[in-house]
């Protein structure tokens, strides 16, 4: 199966902090992979900005060293890359002064039919206001200008109202794209094509045939290089709020209308509004410590932070539940750490038993369960019982319909394109459906804001756990106290 390209139209695309650690590893090889897909239509262009004094030739070579290091190694040659880099130039500007912004303006205004112009805002949420104000002040903005801002979109529902009320005074919702990387990823869209492309799933997606779903997103790395960033922040904010607010949401929404931004969206808002205040004892909260084990460098999470007394979280799991008529009583397990025995990011949707076995006792329980892998090798699995061969009667067993996307679409249909690939390229079509809208921001902090001041009115701390484990062990007396247990954390 070979996956359709369809060009966009001319754009320039400005990268303020393109000289950044983003830039260059996602922003920039994104860019350059499209281009290679023949995406690109040929009249864009890529002007990086920064503080750092440079040429924009100086500029082209820190890009072609990023995208040699990062685009991966079936990124295309054959002067593919000098066609790429013709497109790019850089712009050394103050994004809190005026110094380079006239020359920006410059750069911009050298044609007559101004293709849409895209604005990155690769940088920290304390230069969102200056950045927007300026592009207004120098006449940058027109009618159909989008920004690009990354997370974190605030710290609380406080900062979030105060981010949106600055972004909204110079450029309308539609012009604003919040982009959550996770959103971008090729089984993340598919959950929408799932359920609301297949007969077979959406009239058992209630909780009359669910019995529980699990969301569990795992890393293998610990906070090495964010440390002063995630000490102020916890598994909390920076995953719980964002990324895994938005699994629960595509996987709980209600069929939207259309296949529309705003429709989407308003579904996704809805399952959020109608989560129930988190109880203290469905909370565990966690924090990894080095293993005793002489040939595993990593440090502890205390240790690295330089902070022997932190009580900030490097993992959190937690119960929600949805009151709607669709979830009602469905609970919704929710995990996310660092330092864990694999890399792993799943959806596992877990269906009741047959009201009734004709089989008998000793064929055990068995129930169906879908397994929806969004990283790494992303596709689906289908848990089905049958009977196991041979003559020993009805021995009921289960197997697995594997659905891995890169077997299923076969070496024609390539690797699946990064997240960033997808999300940029929406931005440039002015599809805002994987983006997150102000009021969608302000319902998730809304919700999580309470958790993090309970847990601080009792004065928590989190629950040691060893790098290169599950979690700590409270995380399974969770599930355990409702006769449930988490799934696996594989690859």
């Known amino acids: 199966m070979v996956s359709r390209v369809i060009p966009v139209d001319p754009f320039d695309l400005v990268i303020f902090g393109g000289t950044g650690d983003l830039a260059q590893r996602k ?3 994104a ?21 750092t004094a440079l040429t924009s ?21 054959g002067g593919t890359l000098e066609s790429f880099l013709d497109r790019v130039s850089y712009v050394a500007l103050d994004a809190l002064g005026d110094e380079g912004w006239d020359a920006l303006a410059t750069e911009l205004n050298t044609q007559d039919n101004a293709p849409v112009r895209l604005f990155y805002f690769s940088v920290g949420p304390g230069l969102f206001g200056p950045l927007a104000e300026r592009l207004q002040k120098y006449g940058l903005a027109k009618d159909d200008t989008r920004i690009v801002v ?3 979109f605030g710290r609380d529902l406080g ?20 982009i959550d990387h996770y959103l971008g990823k090729e089984t993340v869209q598919n959950l929408m094509a799932v359920r609301f492309g297949n007969m077979l799933f959406e009239p058992l997606w209630n909780s009359q045939y669910v019995d529980h779903i699990q969301i569990t997103v795992a890393e293998t790395v610990g906070v090495e290089g964010r440390e002063e960033y995630y000490e102020r922040a916890g598994a909390m904010r920076d995953m719980m709020q964002n990324h895994l607010m938005q699994l629960l949401c595509l996987i709980a929404m209600e069929p939207p209308a259309k296949f529309d931004p705003d429709a989407v969206r308003d579904e996704k808002l809805k399952v959020i509004r109608a989560l129930d205040p988190v109880e203290p004892h469905h909370i565990v909260r966690g924090q990894y410590q080095a293993r005793l084990d002489p040939e595993d460098p990593h440090p502890s999470y205390r240790g690295l932070v330089s902070n022997p007394r932190s009580t900030t979280e490097s993992y959190v799991a937690l119960k929600a539940h949805i009151s709607n008529w669709r979830w009602a009583g469905t609970p919704f397990y929710l995990r996310t750490g660092k330092r864990l025995v694999n890399r792993s990011s799943v959806i596992n949707v877990m269906f009741k038993d047959a009201p009734h076995s004709i089989f008998g006792a000793e064929a055990g329980r068995h129930a169906n369960h879908l397994k929806i892998r969004l990283q790494p090798n992303e596709g689906i699995t289908l848990s089905v019982t049958i009977k196991e061969p041979g003559q020993g009667g009805m021995r009921l067993v289960d197997v697995p319909l594997d659905m891995s996307f890169a077997e299923a679409l076969g070496p024609e249909g390539g690797d699946p394109p990064d997240a960033y690939e997808r999300l940029i ?5 002015g599809n805002q459906t994987l983006f997150m809208r102000g009021d969608e921001v302000e319902a998730a902090w809304a919700w999580t804001d309470p958790v993090i001041a309970g847990w601080k009115s009792r004065g928590d701390v989190p629950k040691p756990y060893e790098s290169g484990s599950t979690g700590p062990g409270d995380a399974d007396l969770l599930m355990r106290r409702d006769g449930r247990e988490w799934r696996g954390i594989n690859p």
């Open 27 to 29: 922003i920039l090889p």
């Open 31 to 51: 860019l350059f992979r499209r281009h290679c897909a023949g995406q690109l239509p040929g009249g864009e262009r890529v002007i990086g900005a920064a503080r």
């Open 57 to 77: 030739a100086e500029y082209r070579t820190i890009v072609a060293e990023a995208i040699r290091s990062h685009a991966g190694p079936k990124a295309c040659g």
């Open 150 to 152: 990354e997370k974190p």
């Open 159 to 178: 900062s979030a109202q105060e981010l949106n009320r600055t972004l909204a005074s110079h450029f309308h919702e539609g012009q604003i794209y919040r």
């Open 425 to 429: 390229m929406d931005v440039v079509r």
